[in-house]
């Protein structure tokens, strides 16, 4: 029986010559990730395993995002207590304020992950990485601290779900629809630990940055993770940011899954997630008529370059609603630096948008972004489960930046079609 791309790299990092669904594995790491809300926990199980020193000291990112900049007392105790472990262990890639980013997006931005690479991070999005063809995943901060030590990890071989794509995206459709559209069509436990695998023509069709948010959000659909077979696209992207070799991993032609979809990348249309799962999914003209209060656009989902573009395409010359406030985080200091440069922040700020440092804030109702009761917000996030970014009686709802910023203008859920005419 032939190994998916999944397995194949499980194995190669076990070494083993095969494995299978449901085999208990140990495998070598080449990173370990961590944040300020993880990271702390993951210390104290890191001092009681009682070595001296971490496994790898350039094979470690910790990178302090979800209450950065500090929103109180006690946000800033935890990251001073981060930044000394980081000094004290001499992590290589510890990336603070003036230098950090959201970490699912900067890492991959300083090239720490390549094709090939076994990637575990004490936070569930770690599984953005697939997009590179690489096996990432979210683990507990226990298993980072095990993994900092050892630079090992237990895992369990997962199955796989095939998602063949073909056609090309419309106009004003995203990356961040086509896994709305997914979640939509298998629900949140419809990949329950199991890995998403994505191929086809249709692949040369999506963006990195379409790539990097629907791996993002493979999760939401309970998987272990998400990954995208490597083409042109992708060596480029590695050769731009990364020095580090590679090694491509493609699935054998018998390999097994457990399901497969196919996917037609040009018959999906603006996609809604409503409250309070990311599988309460409505296309654009099946929305209906929704006020909101709040935008977001941002996270480690869509805070990229070309999320910031198509929503400049849509604000630029125009105001959003005057009680809508419109919230926008590049999700990295060289995005935002690059937004600076391209004249975005600009657009954004005539508007009447506001620009934020990068932070994971809103996402998690942390800080710079919080709802109140009964408030709607349309978000570019991942997530939108009761409370998720603010008040439990306050709601979320997931779209792409071009829907997010279409609604900032009408003061509700819009297709961008009905500003941009």
């Known amino acids: 029986m032939g190994m998916t791309m999944t397995q194949k790299i499980l194995a190669h990092h076990a070494g083993l010559d095969h494995v299978k669904p449901g085999d208990l594995i140990k495998a070598k790491l080449d990173l370990v990730l961590g944040n300020d809300v993880t990271t702390p926990v993951a210390m104290e199980q890191f001092h009681k395993i009682g070595v001296q020193e971490v496994f790898d000291r350039e094979k470690i990112a910790i990178v302090p995002d979800h209450f950065t900049p500090n929103k109180d007392i006690k946000s800033a105790q935890q990251c001073k207590s981060v930044r000394e472990f980081a000094k004290k262990y001499k992590i290589k890639n510890y990336f603070e304020i003036g230098q950090m980013g959201i970490e699912h997006a900067l890492i991959p931005e300083k090239g720490l992950v390549v094709p090939g690479d076994v990637v575990i991070g004490a936070d569930s999005h770690t599984c953005t990485y697939g997009a590179l063809g690489a096996f990432s995943t979210g683990v507990g901060s226990t298993d980072m601290a095990a993994g900092m030590a050892t630079g090992e990890a237990w895992f369990k071989v997962p199955e796989a779900i095939k998602f063949e794509l073909t056609g090309k995206l419309k106009p004003w459709v995203s990356g961040k629809d086509v896994i709305l559209h997914i979640i939509g069509k298998i629900g949140v436990d419809g990949a329950l630990y199991k890995s998403m695998e994505f191929t086809g023509d249709g692949l040369g069709n999506l963006s990195m940055d379409d790539r990097f948010t629907m791996a993002n959000m493979a999760i939401e ?188 203008v009408t003061g509700k859920i819009s297709s961008p079609e009905e500003v941009v005419k």
């Open 221 to 408: 659909a309970g998987a272990k993770n998400g990954i995208f077979e490597v083409d042109e696209k992708t060596i480029e992207y590695v050769k731009e940011h990364s020095q580090r070799e590679y090694t491509i991993y493609k699935a054998d032609d018998d390999a097994q899954y457990c399901k497969v979809y196919k996917i037609d990348l040009g018959l999906i249309k603006p996609t809604v997630a409503f409250p309070h799962l990311p599988e309460n999914t409505r296309t654009i003209d099946e929305v209906g008529d929704i006020p909101i209060d709040q935008v977001v656009i941002g996270s480690c989902t869509n805070g990229r370059i070309e999320d910031l573009r198509a929503a400049a395409k849509i604000l630029e010359g125009r105001k959003v609603h005057p009680f809508v406030r419109t919230i926008i985080f590049p999700a990295t200091q060289k995005i935002y630096l690059q937004a600076m440069e391209e004249g975005l922040l600009k657009i954004f700020i005539e508007a009447g948008a506001v620009v934020s440092t990068p932070t994971c804030g809103p996402c998690l109702g942390g800080h710079m972004g919080i709802l109140a009761e009964g408030e709607r917000a349309v978000a570019t996030t991942n997530r939108n489960f009761v409370g998720r970014m603010g008040h439990p009686k306050s709601e979320v709802y997931l779209a792409s930046p071009a829907v997010a910023a279409a609604s900032a």
